[in-house]
């Protein structure tokens, strides 16, 4: 178990003064589609340099075991902040949660889970669910159904895109939810199994235009969009949950078509807060990793040659894309798949789902550290990004709604959590 401490007031009275500078200068953004609910949270964007400088104090008193739960995006079995779900809070205490529709099945119960939830987080977290619109709705047992990304794409009007992208906003910030695992901008280029009604249209000037104005309206009412799933699945023939897909475009046909629509959001006004990549295999980009674990395409081109800075999120590591052997690629567990993605240029993991597995999976990357696969300095360029994030986006400072009969969270302050000599 880890142990939270405030070792001096002096790095608190620092903090308050740089949240107050921030505050003072930055720009407020709230769901305005509505009255806000108590659930519902006001954001106040902090410039990046600012952001910068606070997350990189966050991380100068965090422990290893603290930066590693950072890099978890964690799932809960149950529909109710059970023991299970408390158990992952306290001994993993990790940096996101995901959530399905079979958890938020009314707007009370999913409100009190995270709120839970959020209680229990040392560091507040990214709260995020699939919210697509049309069979990918998460929410579609507390709200009104949202049209698809096929059917956005029907009325070829980035203006109901937008609202599309506002109203979801509205309706996830009233849950508790923070950030959208959407959109989707995958250029649709064959009829695959995993892309009916998930893509805004067969041309990379559409999913742009589509997807650009849905991510622009999430992003404006105060939820972080992600864009998926690169380096791109339109061409895909087959479900990654069930195999890898192999994409046999050319370099050229991937930088016209799958590449476009990053290369054009990454260079926007608001770039996406997170990309998530997933386990597709592109022979003309790299003939032996799938893409979340080759550093080929996630820091050769991704940070490098799009110049991304942004938290890149795997998909699900469990998936049976990473863990069966298909061609060169020889398959892998979903423990070792963590520590390839974080070679590979991944920042946060989509895997655990119980405590034993989560122990697992921090316990594969410690012994990756300490065998030189991994190093702390590459930790810590994952977890900057994290914070980062959640510092511009408004999270920290976060005070998350009362849950009754709990007692008020102490969320981490500067030098709050002990130092850790393993950097």
């Known amino acids: 178990m880890r142990r939270t401490t405030i070792t001096t007031l002096l790095w608190v009275a620092v903090m308050g003064m740089w949240l107050a500078s921030c505050a003072s200068s930055s720009r407020a953004t709230t769901a305005t589609n509505g009255p806000l609910t108590p659930h519902a949270l006001v954001w106040a964007r902090v410039p990046q340099a600012q952001a910068v400088i606070l997350a990189q104090r966050y991380l100068a008193g965090m422990t290893l075991d603290h930066k590693i739960g950072q890099m978890f995006m964690e799932q809960f079995i149950s529909s109710t902040y059970d023991s299970d779900a408390q158990q992952i809070m306290q001994q993993i205490q990790p940096g996101a949660l995901v959530l399905y529709r079979y958890q938020m099945t009314s707007l009370s119960a999913a409100q009190t889970m995270i709120a839970s939830a959020q209680h229990a987080s040392p560091i507040p977290m990214l709260v995020s669910a699939d919210n697509e619109g049309g069979v990918i709705d998460n929410l579609s047992q507390m709200f009104p159904p949202r049209p ?45 199994p995993d892309q009916s009604t998930r893509t805004y249209g067969s041309t990379p000037d559409q999913v742009i235009r589509l997807a650009g104005a849905e991510l622009q309206g999430l992003q404006d009412n105060g939820v972080i969009g992600t864009i998926k799933h690169f380096p791109g699945l339109g061409d895909a023939t087959t479900d990654a949950h069930q195999s890898l897909p192999v994409i046999h475009e050319t370099r050229a046909q991937i930088e016209s078509i799958d590449l476009a629509p ?8 608001d770039p996406p807060g997170m990309i998530m990549t997933t386990d597709l295999s592109m022979p003309a980009l790299d003939n032996y990793w799938p893409a979340e ?36 690629y020889p398959g892998v567990d979903q423990y070792q798949a963590g520590v390839l993605a ?50 511009e986006r408004g999270l920290l400072p976060f005070t998350p709604q009362p849950v009754p009969g709990a007692p008020q969270p102490q969320f981490l302050s500067l030098a709050q959590l002990p130092i850790d000599n393993r950097g």
């Open 262 to 269: 990053y290369r054009a959001l990454i260079n926007s006004s």
């Open 148 to 192: 698809s990304a096929t059917e956005i794409g029907y009325t070829n009007n980035p203006q109901f895109a937008y609202d599309q992208g506002k109203q979801y906003a509205h309706d996830m910030l009233e849950v508790g939810l923070n950030t959208d695992l959407a959109p989707d901008v995958d250029v649709q280029t064959v009829d695959g």
């Open 293 to 328: 674990l080759s550093p080929a395409i996630i820091t050769g081109i991704l940070r490098n040659e799009l110049h991304y800075n942004g938290v890149v999120l795997t998909d699900a590591l469990y998936m049976k894309g990473l863990s069966d052997k298909t061609g060169n």
């Open 342 to 391: 974080i070679k590979a240029g991944c920042d946060m993991l989509l895997d655990g789902y119980d405590i034993t597995s989560s122990h697992l999976m921090v316990q594969t990357i410690e012994n990756a550290i300490q065998s030189g696969q991994l190093t702390v300095a590459r930790i810590n360029q994952s977890v900057m990004r994290i914070l980062t994030l959640k510092f």
